[in-house]
């Protein structure tokens, strides 16, 4: 499994503990600040905040912290002023790794970031030192076990969509601009959305075939996924279901 599919199904799984251990709300609201901070409060103009929208409802964020999240964007009311960083860096077996984060204190998240690393054996690097292994596509994770490979790549193509590829369930790839067009023409055509979002996809994959740098791999993404600023955690391991079964 791929680092950037593989972990976003991980991610799709872990998403209730998210939920209860509190940072999934306040990472959503965070993506509304920011998208709405960018591109004003209307999602119908506003592409990257009506994504954000669908993501924090699919989550059950509660309608007043939206709202409110949307006017601290646009400015009408006041709150913390939040910033785009992005880090870069390398993990254990020296798999790559870009880190999104949304802040307001740099001085913070810089050095808890690079501790993160460190402690697995990795290392933050300069920007632009593991960027130009990958590249931004949509991606959308779809639900359904029983679906038709042949089918569905016809009907996202039809859609507008790049390419389909079926890893530990399927998941269409766009250009991020078509995202948000081909999964509500995908819904319109009855199949079910779990996830769609813009990613950092890896251009080729490190193998991983070690269970206990697969271990030490996925450990890593936990503790960077948890931490509070932490938007979106992209690396470029490929880990075998084979390993992926002796280690669960």
Known sequence: MSGHSKWANIKHRKAAQDAKRGNLFQKLVKAIIIAAKEGGGDPSTNVRLKAALDRAKAASVPANNIDRAIKRGTGEIEGAVYEELVYEGYGPDGVAVIIECLTDNKNRTTPEIRVLLDRSGGSLGATGSVSWMFERRGVINLSGDNLDEEELMEAALECGAEDVERDDGFVVYTNPSDLNDVKEALEARGYGIENAESQMV???TV??????????ILKLMDMIE???DVQSVASNF???QEIMDEID
Request: avoid cysteine.
């Open 202 to 204: 890896p251009k080729t």
């Open 207 to 216: 193998v991983v075939s070690n269970p206990d740098k697969a271990k030490k």
């Open 226 to 228: 948890s931490h509070d």
């Open 238 to 240: 490929d880990i075998s």
